[in-house]
């Protein structure tokens, strides 16, 4: 046991938090998979728990492996994926399907396993890595719109009209983190803004054409004006089901909760062990329950900065909050659609809801954040033997020696 702590580098809070919402997240996926166990299976969810278990499993072995690789490797990697991306949102968005007149296909097929993949996931890990270090080569230079059109904006632009048709929310995020990150690599605000406005601008022109041609592309703006419009709306309508669902659970978990397993709405939530999982959690475990999830990505936010503060290059600075904050945001949003602070998104728990695309991805941030952490180690127990044999006296060695 003890070799393979050993070979566990980088931030150990990292390592451990990831770890107990990995181990925390069989719970409720067991709990909350009972209805989905009633409606499309023998009534057991040991087989939604297995599944859960193999993703995990595959999530945590890519963590592994991609921690062991030097971060200054992803650069080259950014570039090189950066078109593979692109071919996979391309190939999503042409085998589209239609459900209920709304374009809803998220995923592919892998070929001979009979797994879905949500493309977009990868790609948002592709494109933070691939702003990190665009920013990161820039920092010396005094940044100009002009010249970061072609290299920067458009593969940011082309990546997020990919995802937009099927998937608003996930491009937003993207979208926030790609500013944020921008903001915090030095690129100028007034260029931000403009970025900005060609967004929203972007955006209508979108909305507008999807509503004038409905057949002319697939998408689901219909979807999102429904719950934008179900979220700004103070009357319950069918629109409103899930979140009043999510909303009853919260309610009543008081304070330590009906207890784990106790559930009644997971009966009654369509998505239970994935968007709505941590309305479960608070359902069954109250107060204690949400405050003690919700406190475990924060230690995980706050991990994330000490890591970035402590990195050596400005690209690992960037690397580290361009793929750690995604994770924290996409988290604080899943809270806040159960308790209605913002529309339903369909944006999962990092590590807790069940789904492996989002897992696997998670894993994949959390690897390249202790990559760079595990080369801050490195460097520094390299400085620490060298002061240590510049401190030792020559005559003790000399004396030693004879």
Same mark, same amino acid.
């Given at each position: 046991? +003890?070799?393979?702590?050993?070979?566990?580098?980088?931030?150990?809070?990292?390592?451990? *938090?990831?770890?107990?919402?990995?181990?925390?997240?069989?719970?409720? =996926?067991? +709990?909350? /998979?009972?209805?989905?166990?009633?409606?499309?299976?023998?009534?057991?969810?040991?087989?939604?728990?297995?599944?859960?278990?193999?993703?995990?499993?595959?999530?945590?072995?890519?963590?592994?492996?991609?921690? !062991?690789?030097?971060?200054?490797?992803?650069?080259?990697?950014?570039? @090189?994926?950066?078109?593979? %991306?692109?071919?996979? @949102?391309?190939?999503?968005?042409?085998?589209?399907?239609?459900?209920?007149?709304?374009?809803? /296909?998220?995923?592919?097929?892998?070929?001979? @396993?009979? =797994?879905?993949?949500? $493309? $977009?996931?990868?790609?948002?890990?592709?494109?933070?890595?691939?702003?990190?270090?665009?920013?990161?080569?820039?920092? #010396?230079? #005094?940044? *100009?719109?002009?010249?970061?059109?072609?290299?920067?904006?458009?593969?940011?632009?082309?990546?997020?009209? &990919?995802?937009?048709?099927?998937?608003?929310?996930?491009?937003?995020?993207?979208?926030?983190?790609?500013?944020?990150?921008?903001?915090?690599?030095?690129?100028?605000?007034?260029?931000?803004?403009?970025? %900005?406005?060609?967004?929203?601008?972007?955006?209508?022109?979108?909305?507008?054409?999807?509503?004038?041609?409905?057949?002319?592309?697939?998408?689901?703006?219909?979807?999102?004006?429904?719950?934008?419009?179900?979220? +700004?709306?103070?009357?319950?309508?069918?629109?409103?089901?899930?979140?009043?669902?999510?909303?009853?659970?919260?309610?009543?978990?008081?304070?330590?909760?009906?207890?784990?397993?106790?559930? =009644?709405?997971?009966?009654?939530?369509?998505? $239970?062990? +994935?968007?709505?999982?941590?309305?479960?959690?608070?359902?069954?475990?109250?107060?204690?329950?949400?405050?003690? =999830?919700?406190?475990?990505?924060? &230690? &995980?936010?706050?991990?994330?900065?000490?890591?970035?503060?402590?990195?050596?290059?400005?690209?690992? !600075?960037?690397?580290?909050?361009?793929?750690?904050?995604?994770?924290?945001?996409?988290?604080?949003? #899943?809270?806040?659609?159960?308790?209605?602070?913002?529309? %339903?998104?369909?944006? *999962? @728990?990092? &590590?807790?809801? $069940?789904?492996? *695309?989002?897992?696997?991805?998670?894993?994949?941030?959390?690897?390249?954040?202790?990559?760079?952490?595990?080369?801050?180690?490195?460097?520094?127990?390299?400085?620490?033997?060298? !002061?240590?044999?510049?401190?030792?006296?020559?005559?003790?060695?000399?004396?030693?020696?004879?």
């Amino acid at each position: 046991m +003890s070799s393979i702590f050993s070979n566990l580098k980088g931030d150990k809070v990292i390592w451990a *938090t990831a770890g107990l919402l990995a181990i925390f997240s069989f719970l409720p =996926v067991y +709990s909350a /998979s009972s209805n989905l166990a009633y409606l499309y299976g023998d009534g057991s969810t040991f087989q939604y728990v297995v599944v859960h278990f193999f993703h995990l499993l595959l999530g945590f072995c890519l963590l592994f492996a991609v921690h !062991k690789i030097p971060y200054h490797y992803f650069r080259g990697l950014s570039i @090189l994926f950066l078109p593979v %991306v692109v071919v996979l @949102l391309v190939y999503t968005v042409a085998q589209g399907t239609m459900i209920d007149g709304a374009y809803a /296909s998220r995923w592919i097929q892998i070929p001979g @396993l009979g =797994v879905s993949f949500q $493309s $977009s996931t990868l790609a948002s890990v592709v494109l933070m890595i691939y702003v990190a270090r665009y920013l990161s080569k820039k920092t #010396n230079d #005094n940044l *100009t719109f002009k010249e970061s059109i072609l290299p920067l904006w458009v593969p940011v632009g082309l990546v997020l009209l &990919l995802i937009l048709p099927a998937n608003f929310s996930t491009t937003a995020i993207i979208f926030s983190m790609v500013l944020v990150l921008m903001f915090l690599g030095g690129y100028p605000v007034k260029y931000l803004g403009i970025i %900005v406005a060609a967004g929203l601008l972007l955006l209508t022109m979108f909305i507008l054409t999807a509503k004038a041609f409905p057949g002319l592309l697939p998408n689901r703006v219909d979807t999102w004006a429904s719950r934008i419009e179900s979220f +700004s709306d103070d009357e319950d309508t069918e629109a409103d089901y899930q979140i009043e669902k999510a909303k009853i659970a919260i309610a009543s978990g008081g304070i330590a909760g009906t207890g784990i397993g106790k559930s =009644v709405q997971r009966n009654f939530l369509p998505q $239970s062990s +994935s968007d709505f999982i941590y309305a479960i959690i608070v359902e069954e475990m109250g107060l204690i329950g949400a405050f003690g =999830v919700m406190g475990a990505y924060l &230690l &995980l936010l706050f991990r994330i900065v000490i890591v970035a503060t402590k990195a050596n290059t400005v690209f690992g !600075k960037l690397l580290v909050i361009g793929v750690g904050l995604p994770i924290i945001f996409q988290a604080l949003i #899943n809270m806040g659609v159960a308790v209605e602070l913002f529309p %339903v998104t369909g944006q *999962t @728990l990092p &590590l807790i809801s $069940s789904g492996g *695309t989002s897992i696997w991805m998670t894993c994949m941030a959390l690897g390249i954040i202790l990559s760079v952490s595990a080369k801050r180690e490195e460097m520094k127990e390299r400085d620490e033997a060298e !002061k240590e044999l510049d401190d030792e006296n020559p005559l003790d060695i000399l004396s030693e020696a004879i």
